[in-house]
């Protein structure tokens, strides 16, 4: 029997002919089957093992084979009343996997449970005006309504009520050490939680999930038409369809649309053997040619939030674009740079007239360049957040800074990795010390400048978590904290520092477009681009100078040789000098990382830092961890100091 799940049903919901693709091995798919990479980014699986607490007693379906789990499911519920972890509840050819079922007489209760926070400071957490699913909480909600429906469906006579287990981030930890009671094993590419006889009641007082009835927006959904863009269909049909369609007895009514942007089911690396359903759907529905794929389409261009209405008006390659669209966004201060919508019709122009050079405001660049003072300072930050906490009175992803990289230019020109910090102890709490050595290492001179604004919201944060705390130095760390930064909508008053850090992420998009970039802003893909554009660039770092004896000082690398060019003369990226922070990982984990890591700042680093708090480690694998993210965050801010040097170089030709 082919099963309509609940991961398939959420699937058919984002596209239905994902359901022709998924169980089709001819076909790429990018969504990593890695669950131990993806237990360390999102603690889902964690936070799992954790509620089965907040429903004791329970007893677990642990086989993945359907009809076994069936056949268990079965046993269990006509014992009377039970709780059940992963019990498979079935009707004709649908089935899912309950993360938790309480059976209590005829009523049935289902608990879908994610490591995902409640909205506490939302009136209307979970919907818009109209009671439909915010787009954040549509995969979430209409999960749990197809739960309920199935379970209705196998059980009509059964009172059926639906919830959401989230976390509560307003809960605090009671005790320290909580999250490594619940260590993440690693078998292969899989994952599975050891967890801790040692968990008592202190522990989940006051308990870190809440648990949330959805049964009005169930029903809302139930009696809505509208589920997916561009058709009126009842539940029923919709449910209907997508077992159709995975049955085989329907044909695909999928339609392209900006999901298409994050399709899982592409070919990014050639591999060779293997389809390459995107584009098999844009072949298809759009009668592309190869020579279509190679031009660029809407879902390249850097912020464009008009992708629904191009699609809508069958454009969908940037050289279509109109430039109507891309203007009014306001005045620009000093009169220098480009808007967001100029940006964007830059990008489209340059695309349009197959124009390769970059656009530079030399005049703009120049006038910022006037107004900082040396040393120059060049930071960047490594963090994290975890769904259980690490300690005492921490609330739920609650920011942890256990990283940083440190370089500086002086007044001469010379370039020193100047300090580095790395806090690899498991049980401790980081971030106070991380600001003591970043105080220790900025002084009280020179122009700081960060990558994003990230850094910002990093000690934005730390500075609020002072404020609980009682360090005998608070005062004084929150005073330095309040110089290099400025308030942001959280905190308790407003500040800006004088030595405030200047973001060379805004000003790229302000000063600065490389078209080798396609539209990103990422570092990662800027500093490829800088060395392709500026001589001084290539000269400098095509020698061996980096960490070399009368060179450029740096902590991790020893005479390191930067600037390599491929057998066509096309520059190498500087990133993938660097050996994997992660081994054994095949393409889709590599996508997986590369998405987690454009949406999570630095999300390689984060599950590096994952591994060696809450894994079981080796003092050699430890030890490799610490040497790999050492490396990746001196690259980091060597980039932010080859963008400078760049520009520098760049605004004087």
């Given at each position: 029997?082919?099963?309509?799940?609940?991961?398939?049903?959420k699937?058919?919901?984002?596209?239905?002919?994902?359901?022709?693709?998924?169980?089709?091995k001819?076909?790429?798919?990018?969504?990593?089957?890695?669950?131990?990479?993806?237990?360390?980014?999102?603690?889902?699986?964690?936070?799992?093992?954790?509620?089965?607490?907040?429903?004791?007693?329970?007893?677990?379906v642990?086989?993945?084979d359907n009809?076994?789990?069936?056949?268990?499911?079965?046993?269990?519920?006509?014992?009377?009343?039970?709780?059940?972890?992963?019990?498979?509840?079935?009707?004709?050819?649908?089935?899912?996997?309950?993360?938790?079922?309480?059976?209590r007489?005829?009523?049935?209760?289902?608990?879908?449970?994610?490591a995902?926070?409640?909205?506490?400071?939302?009136?209307?957490?979970?919907?818009?005006?109209k009671?439909?699913?915010?787009?954040?909480?549509?995969?979430?909600?209409?999960?749990?309504?197809?739960?309920?429906?199935?379970?209705?469906?196998?059980?009509?006579?059964?009172?059926?009520?639906?919830?959401?287990?989230?976390?509560?981030?307003?809960?605090?930890?009671?005790?320290?050490?909580?999250?490594?009671?619940?260590?993440i094993?690693?078998?292969?590419?899989?994952?599975?939680?050891?967890?801790?006889?040692?968990?008592?009641?202190?522990?989940?007082?006051?308990?870190?999930?809440?648990?949330?009835?959805?049964?009005?927006?169930?029903?809302?959904?139930f009696?809505s038409?509208?589920?997916?863009?561009?058709?009126?269909?009842?539940?029923?049909?919709?449910?209907?369809?997508?077992?159709?369609?995975?049955q085989?007895?329907?044909?695909?009514?999928?339609?392209?649309?900006?999901?298409?942007?994050?399709?899982?089911?592409k070919?990014p690396y050639?591999?060779?053997?293997?389809?390459d359903?995107r584009k098999?759907?844009f072949?298809?529905?759009?009668?592309?040619?190869?020579?279509d794929?190679?031009?660029?389409?809407?879902?390249?261009?850097?912020?464009?939030?008009?992708?629904?209405?191009?699609?809508?008006?069958?454009?969908?390659?940037?050289?279509?674009?109109?430039e109507?669209?891309?203007?009014?966004?306001?005045?620009?201060?000093?009169?220098?740079?480009?808007?967001?919508?100029?940006?964007?019709?830059?990008q489209?122009?340059?695309?349009?007239?197959?124009?390769n050079?970059?656009?530079?405001?030399?005049?703009?660049?120049?006038?910022?360049?006037?107004?900082?003072?040396?040393?120059?300072?060049?930071?960047?930050?490594?963090?994290?957040?975890?769904?259980?906490?690490?300690?005492?009175s921490?609330h739920p992803?609650?920011?942890?800074?256990?990283?940083?990289?440190?370089?500086?230019?002086?007044?001469k020109?010379?370039?020193?990795?100047?300090?580095?910090?790395?806090?690899?102890?498991?049980?401790?709490?980081?971030?106070?010390?991380?600001?003591?050595?970043?105080?220790?290492?900025?002084?009280?001179?020179?122009?700081?400048?960060?990558?994003?604004?990230?850094?910002?919201?990093?000690?934005?944060?730390?500075?609020r978590?002072?404020?609980?705390?009682?360090?005998?130095?608070?005062?004084?760390?929150?005073?330095?904290?309040?110089?290099?930064?400025?308030?942001?909508?959280?905190a308790?008053?407003?500040?800006?520092g004088?030595?405030?850090?200047?973001?060379?992420?805004a000003?790229?998009?302000?000063?600065f477009?490389?078209?080798?970039?396609?539209?990103?802003?990422s570092?990662k893909?800027?500093?490829?681009?800088?060395?392709?554009l500026?001589?001084?660039?290539?000269?400098?770092?095509?020698?061996?100078?980096?960490?070399?004896?009368?060179?450029?000082?740096?902590f991790?690398?020893?005479?390191?040789?930067?600037?390599?060019?491929?057998?066509?003369?096309?520059i190498?990226?500087?990133?993938?000098?660097?050996?994997?922070?992660?081994?054994?990982?095949?393409?889709a984990?590599?996508?997986?990382?590369?998405?987690?890591?454009?949406?999570?700042?630095?999300?390689?680093?984060?599950?590096?830092?994952?591994?060696?708090?809450?894994?079981?480690?080796?003092?050699?694998?430890r030890?490799?961890l610490?040497?790999?993210?050492?490396k990746?965050?001196?690259?980091?801010?060597?980039?932010m100091?080859?963008?400078?040097?760049?520009?520098?170089?760049?605004?004087?030709?």
């Amino acid at each position: 029997m082919r099963y309509l799940t609940k991961s398939k049903f959420k699937k058919g919901l984002e596209c239905s002919q994902k359901l022709i693709y998924c169980d089709n091995k001819s076909y790429a798919d990018v969504s990593s089957d890695n669950s131990f990479l993806a237990a360390l980014a999102d603690g889902g699986n964690q936070v799992g093992e954790l509620a089965k607490f907040y429903f004791p007693g329970g007893v677990e379906v642990e086989t993945l084979d359907n009809e076994e789990a069936k056949k268990q499911t079965d046993a269990l519920l006509s014992e009377g009343n039970i709780t059940i972890y992963e019990p498979a509840i079935y009707f004709e050819d649908m089935l899912v996997r309950v993360d938790v079922l309480v059976k209590r007489g005829a009523n049935l209760d289902l608990y879908e449970v994610k490591a995902k926070a409640f909205p506490h400071e939302k009136e209307r957490p979970f919907t818009s005006k109209k009671g439909l699913p915010l787009a954040d909480w549509k995969p979430y909600l209409y999960d749990i309504a197809y739960q309920k429906y199935v379970t209705k469906q196998a059980f009509p006579n059964a009172s059926v009520r639906a919830h959401l287990t989230l976390i509560d981030k307003t809960a605090s930890a009671s005790k320290d050490g909580l999250n490594q009671k619940f260590l993440i094993q690693r078998e292969g590419k899989y994952a599975s939680i050891k967890v801790s006889e040692k968990i008592t009641q202190a522990d989940l007082t006051p308990p870190l999930l809440i648990s949330i009835n959805v049964d009005d927006i169930c029903d809302a959904i139930f009696s809505s038409e509208e589920h997916r863009p561009g058709r009126t269909e009842t539940f029923v049909d919709l449910v209907n369809t997508m077992r159709g369609i995975y049955q085989r007895t329907l044909l695909s009514d999928s339609q392209i649309n900006t999901a298409c942007e994050h399709c899982e089911y592409k070919n990014p690396y050639n591999l060779p053997k293997l389809l390459d359903g995107r584009k098999e759907c844009f072949t298809n529905q759009l009668h592309w040619s190869e020579k279509d794929f190679e031009e660029p389409t809407i879902f390249d261009l850097w912020n464009f939030r008009g992708k629904d209405k191009s699609i809508a008006a069958g454009i969908f390659k940037l050289k279509d674009l109109d430039e109507d669209d891309f203007s009014g966004d306001g005045d620009l201060k000093n009169g220098h740079g480009i808007t967001p919508k100029q940006r964007q019709y830059l990008q489209i122009e340059k695309v349009k007239n197959q124009d390769n050079t970059p656009y530079i405001d030399r005049q703009g660049l120049l006038k910022e360049m006037q107004s900082w003072q040396y040393p120059l300072h060049f930071i960047d930050f490594e963090t994290t957040r975890v769904a259980i906490p690490f300690h005492a009175s921490m609330h739920p992803y609650e920011g942890i800074a256990f990283q940083f990289s440190h370089h500086t230019i002086d007044e001469k020109g010379n370039v020193k990795h100047a300090n580095q910090y790395l806090s690899t102890k498991q049980n401790f709490f980081p971030s106070f010390e991380f600001v003591r050595q970043l105080k220790k290492a900025l002084g009280t001179e020179g122009t700081i400048f960060c990558y994003s604004q990230h850094e910002n919201s990093t000690l934005n944060e730390i500075h609020r978590q002072l404020e609980a705390s009682k360090e005998p130095d608070k005062t004084e760390l929150q005073a330095f904290i309040e110089t290099i930064t400025h308030s942001n909508d959280k905190a308790p008053y407003e500040w800006h520092g004088a030595r405030d850090m200047v973001d060379q992420w805004a000003m790229v998009k302000r000063y600065f477009y490389a078209p080798q970039t396609n539209g990103s802003n990422s570092i990662k893909q800027i500093l490829p681009a800088i060395l392709e554009l500026s001589p001084r660039l290539q000269d400098l770092y095509s020698q061996p100078i980096y960490g070399a004896d009368g060179g450029i000082h740096s902590f991790n690398f020893k005479d390191h040789i930067w600037l390599q060019r491929d057998t066509e003369g096309k520059i190498f990226d500087p990133y993938k000098h660097l050996p994997p922070l992660i081994e054994n990982l095949d393409p889709a984990d590599i996508e997986f990382l590369k998405n987690f890591e454009e949406l999570n700042d630095g999300g390689a680093a984060l599950i590096a830092y994952g591994m060696m708090q809450f894994t079981e480690l080796s003092d050699i694998e430890r030890e490799a961890l610490a040497k790999g993210l050492l490396k990746y965050c001196e690259l980091d801010t060597l980039a932010m100091v080859m963008l400078h040097q760049g520009w520098e170089d760049l605004v004087t030709i």
